[in-house]
């Protein structure tokens, strides 16, 4: 194979889970397109590809990563006719979903200020206090919170000019790796991402 062999990257979001209270896993709805998708994967590999299976470091995204994989070595012989060889899924920080701080602290942005309290030490800020907090105060009052980050001007921790380019600063990066083979890397992330 060539030197310059082809390089895919696919962003993935997580599959479907019951809410974002916390790190929740996949509902059967969530790992059903898991599995749909790791089989319409199945269809678009090439001969002698490898490929890895990221994913950010939550249950969720990696249930999803674990069951596309799953799904790709259950699917008929494919893969095996082609000679593909499907690397274990591997967390990876790049993924992870935008990076936002309170009293000090980062916090995955949930939907409850219990669930945010629960991401603290024990010695911060109450449910109480944390639903006073302007920029949490407006994610949770909003009703697309991801367009409340995505549009805010000024969000406490990185925005979404900032996790763009942590992306795309991440991918182009694959492009250091040694390209003898045709490559694939399946990132399994969150919206935000």
Request: charged share 25%; net charge negative.
């Amino acid at each position: 194979m060539s030197a310059d062999a082809p390089l895919r990257v696919h962003l993935v979001r997580h599959g479907k889970i019951e809410s974002h209270r916390g790190d929740m896993p996949l509902i059967d709805e969530g790992l059903r397109q898991a599995e749909a998708f790791g089989q319409r994967l199945n269809e678009e590999l090439v001969i002698e590809e490898v490929v890895s299976f990221l994913y950010a470091p939550t249950r969720r995204a990696r249930e999803t990563t674990e069951t596309i994989y799953n799904a790709l070595r259950t699917t008929s012989g494919y893969t095996d006719s082609r000679q593909t060889q499907l690397l274990a899924p591997v967390e990876h920080c790049a993924l992870r979903n935008p990076d936002i701080y309170v009293a000090g602290s980062r916090i995955e942005l949930v939907s409850t200020p219990e669930a945010v309290a629960e991401q603290l030490p024990e010695t911060s800020l109450s449910p109480q206090e944390l639903a006073r907090l302007p920029f949490l105060h407006g994610f949770w009052g909003d009703p697309d919170r991801i367009g409340y980050w995505v549009n805010h001007p000024n969000p406490p921790g990185e925005d979404a000019d900032t996790v763009a380019r942590r992306l795309l600063t991440f991918a182009v990066s694959l492009l250091d790796l040694p390209r003898g083979q045709p490559g694939r890397y399946i990132c399994v992330t969150h919206s935000p991402v």
